[in-house]
């Protein structure tokens, strides 16, 4: 899938079906978080690749916006390192994250964001270590949006050269 074509089509995916991801789509999704562009290159994310269906249970019970972590075959715990570029180097990586997995058929979607504590002690994360989000991963269950999306006209949120001056 071209690029601008995911990020056309791209849907907040809630809902999995029963079905593994291969291996190598899983690492695919890993590496693009990795290969982002990152702030002085300071790369201050972990990500923590969570397969095993007790551990996605766990998580989906401790993230409240993101119940349905348990039903998805692979989250993605994105942790940060303390500095003042952890959240955009991570919220970068993260969309990366996303639109790899979306090019290769695997939905997903941002869940919790920040102030993640009590997920620290349940994967071994160091406390000094913040949680960004949790990001689970995987083949939708339903057709979704059918490249459909409802986002204002660019001449109302986009401008050239000036505010009063609508990009068209």
């Given at each position: 899938?071209?690029?601008?074509?995911?990020?056309?089509?791209?849907?907040?995916?809630?809902?999995?079906?029963?079905?593994?991801?291969?291996?190598?789509?899983?690492?695919?999704?890993?590496e693009a978080g990795r290969l982002t562009a990152s702030s002085q290159n300071g790369q201050p994310w972990?990500?923590?690749?969570?397969?095993?269906?007790?551990?996605?249970?766990?998580?989906?019970?401790?993230?409240?916006?993101?119940?349905?972590?348990?039903?998805?075959?692979?989250?993605?715990?994105?942790?940060?390192?303390?500095?003042?570029?952890?959240?955009?180097?991570?919220?970068?990586?993260?969309?990366?994250?996303?639109?790899?997995?979306?090019?290769?058929?695997?939905?997903?979607?941002?869940?919790?964001?920040?102030?993640?504590?009590?997920?620290?002690?349940?994967?071994?994360?160091?406390?000094?270590?913040?949680?960004?989000?949790i990001v689970p991963f995987g083949y939708p269950a339903a057709a979704i949006g059918k490249g459909r999306?409802?986002?204002?006209?660019?001449?109302?949120?986009?401008?050239?050269?000036?505010?009063?001056?609508?990009?068209?």
């Amino acid at each position: 899938m071209e690029v601008f074509e995911a990020v056309r089509t791209i849907l907040a995916v809630r809902q999995y079906q029963d079905k593994p991801i291969p291996d190598e789509v899983v690492r695919q999704i890993v590496e693009a978080g990795r290969l982002t562009a990152s702030s002085q290159n300071g790369q201050p994310w972990h990500f923590i690749v969570v397969q095993e269906k007790e551990m996605l249970r766990q998580l989906g019970a401790l993230v409240q916006t993101g119940r349905y972590i348990s039903q998805a075959p692979l989250a993605i715990v994105v942790a940060t390192e303390p500095g003042r570029f952890g959240v955009s180097d991570g919220s970068r990586a993260i969309q990366s994250m996303m639109l790899t997995a979306w090019s290769q058929g695997v939905g997903s979607n941002w869940t919790g964001f920040n102030n993640l504590k009590q997920v620290n002690p349940v994967l071994g994360i160091p406390e000094e270590i913040e949680i960004l989000a949790i990001v689970p991963f995987g083949y939708p269950a339903a057709a979704i949006g059918k490249g459909r999306k409802n986002r204002k006209p660019l001449n109302e949120i986009a401008h050239r050269e000036r505010w009063d001056q609508p990009f068209s």
